[in-house]
């Protein structure tokens, strides 16, 4: 299954609601990348990570195979140093020993991930990192235990089975190169209910479930949630813990 088999049908909800990385994960990206790299983004979805990028490296070549993820991608009103490409995870058109670092955001157990990880031996110049990090689920807020539970039990079987690789942090696939610290790392927002609510709207198994069910998995556990959330306008904290992996190819 590709990603634009997964997140197409939640391009839009997806777009609004994925919370952006903290600068600390950057900063450990940049200790190992020259500012003047040249940066191959693949699975970049709607462009969480890849205005970061872009602020501090010179070029991002920002891929995704789905069209509708790249309408919605923040590049798409003009970015003097970013392109967009409709391109699988695992093959781009860019040069032999052409990007200085491979960045992938919540993406690469989309992936073919041998094939992948011979792209990036292709792509990277000697030296070039790759960089590759995501999320579980997150962290329940206080008091929303039992509210929470029951809207995850419903949505347990739409999982596509990728996501276990997200569950064991990528410890399953066959990683090239040498690896590099990577600091531990935690993701955090401050949202009202209404940025929650969308937030759980964007999984890949919210739309598997209306899919199979007809029936939308949010607005059926929508009034238990907002009773446990609160005031609807009242700001609470959501964490996610993040895990990362950093590779050097070999000079």
Not at 8 to 19: E, H, T
């Amino acid at each position: 299954m590709s990603v634009q088999d997964h997140f197409s049908g939640v391009a839009q909800a997806y777009a609004a609601a994925r919370p952006d990385y903290p600068d600390a994960l950057y900063d450990a990206v940049a200790a190992h990348v020259s500012p003047r790299a040249h940066v191959w983004e693949p699975g970049c979805g709607s462009g969480q990570a890849t205005r970061d990028l872009a602020a501090r490296f010179a070029h991002v070549h920002a891929t995704d195979p789905s069209e509708q993820q790249l309408s919605r991608h923040w590049a798409r009103e003009g970015a003097a140093n970013v392109t967009l490409a409709v391109e699988p995870g695992e093959s781009t058109w860019l040069f032999d020993d052409s990007v200085d670092l491979v960045a992938v955001a919540q993406a690469m157990h989309w992936f073919d991930v041998p094939a992948f990880f011979g792209e990036c031996h292709r792509v990277l110049r000697p030296g070039g990192v790759l960089a590759a990090w995501g999320y579980d689920d997150f962290d329940v807020p206080s008091g929303m235990e039992d509210a929470i539970a029951p809207f995850r039990a419903r949505i347990e079987q739409d999982w596509p089975p990728e996501r276990d690789f997200i569950k064991r942090h990528y410890a399953d696939f066959d990683w090239p190169f040498d690896r590099l610290e990577a600091p531990a790392l935690a993701l955090e927002v401050d949202w009202p209910f209404e940025r929650f609510a969308g937030y759980l709207s964007s999984f890949s198994a919210t739309a598997q479930h209306r899919a199979r069910t007809g029936e939308d998995p949010v607005a059926l556990h929508l009034d238990a949630l907002r009773e446990a959330w609160g005031d609807p306008a009242s700001i609470r904290r959501i964490r996610w813990p993040l895990f990362m992996h950093l590779r050097r190819k070999p000079d």
